[in-house]
């Protein structure tokens, strides 16, 4: 047992800060209209719980808004090419999300008549909806009583138990003292304990003077609230290395390509490169051109640090199948990774 026997959360005192500093975030309806009856969006809810997943709220609001402008209805964006929905992604990363969000929308129209279910349960039958994000849904917008444990509410809970442990090895006692709390108004509770995570309670600071649950919070009592969560023991991300190869062809455009259907990065746009390895292969240049050689690209993934050797050349088409050619204007509406774009600034384009 990690957990001590703290006072309970104070759901009500935690739902009365929420009507009055609960953020203004285009996919959210207000608890003022929510009191008044107007229901939240499932549609909007689950597509900005999607987006959510790893990116930051400001990262996500843009996307969010074209989303909804160019498909405003599952229907819509269940319609819409894959294609289509992956330029749209492009730079948000973590793109399966992406490919499962279309998935979903397509299982939604299909399976239920555009109507998404109203239980936890059935909306983690749907694809790439996982226990969170079918939480998130059933909370929020069928105000489901059950807990919505993100990270943000790991950081809340682990300082509120003063949790000597990691959150991962306390994951479901915390659980469960959040699903303890857990009111009628179990929608604006879970979107209430997010913005505390966000706003108050925050990584890098506590403002606990400001939390409406700091009375029993067992990290301020204790004095220091910032050293919770107990940070695991983090392994060495290895580092693959690899070649990226940028090819132009008189006009200056570029040579681009589909990544494979499966596997990191599945279906986006790349220029081609070689294997990523964990010792630098010798480059073998995919035509004939005067390579120069443009300088290196790092980005981190999530389990491995990637340095790409960036090399460009100008060659002739012929030989080259199963790629297109673009226009430099017309690289930001291609389905190019932040990885990629980066592939293309080292070489001089973008």
């Known amino acids: 047992m990690h957990l001590p026997s703290p006072a309970p959360i104070d759901a009500p005192a935690v739902l009365d800060w929420y009507d009055h500093h609960a953020r203004s975030l285009p996919w959210r309806v207000p608890p003022a209209e929510r009191a008044r009856g107007v229901a939240p969006d499932p549609y909007r809810v689950w597509l900005s719980e999607v987006m959510l997943q790893q990116t930051t709220v400001a990262a996500v609001k843009t996307y969010f808004l074209r989303f909804t402008s160019l498909w405003p209805t599952v229907f819509e964006l269940a319609a819409a090419p894959l294609e289509a929905v992956l330029v749209e992604w492009a ?66 809970l682990a300082r509120y138990f003063a949790l000597a442990v990691p959150v991962r090895e306390a994951k479901e006692e915390l659980r469960a003292a959040l699903q303890a709390a857990v009111p009628a108004r179990a929608g ?38 910032t050293i919770y969560p107990v940070k695991p023991v983090k392994a060495e991300r290895p580092v693959r290395k690899g070649h990226a190869y ?46 120069r050689h443009r300088g290196q690209v790092v980005h981190i993934f999530t389990h491995f640090r990637l340095e790409l050797e960036v090399w460009s050349a100008e060659v002739t088409p012929d030989g080259l199948d199963g790629g297109w050619w673009a226009e430099p204007g017309a690289l930001a509406g291609e389905a190019l990774p932040t990885l990629f774009r980066k592939v293309l600034a080292e070489a001089g384009l973008q």
């Open 91 to 156: 730079g948000l990363g973590y793109y399966a999300r992406a490919r499962n969000l279309h998935a979903c929308a397509v299982a939604v129209v299909r399976d239920h008549g555009g109507v998404f279910p109203t239980t936890s349960a059935g909306l983690q039958a749907l694809p790439g909806i996982g226990a969170y994000t079918s939480a998130a849904i059933a909370a929020i917008c069928f105000d489901e009583r059950v807990a919505v444990l993100d990270g943000n509410l790991d950081r809340v």
């Open 188 to 225: 604006d509770f879970a979107q209430a304990m997010m913005d505390l995570g966000a706003t108050i309670c925050a990584p890098r600071t506590a403002l606990c003077m400001l939390c409406p649950i700091q009375p029993g919070c067992a990290a301020t009592a204790a004095g220091d609230p």
């Open 246 to 291: 940028v090819m132009l062809d008189s006009a200056g455009d570029v040579y681009l390509q589909t990544r494979p259907d499966k596997g990191l990065l599945a279906q986006m746009t790349e220029v081609p490169g070689s294997d990523w390895s964990a010792a630098l292969p010798e480059p073998s240049y995919p035509a004939q051109g005067a390579w």
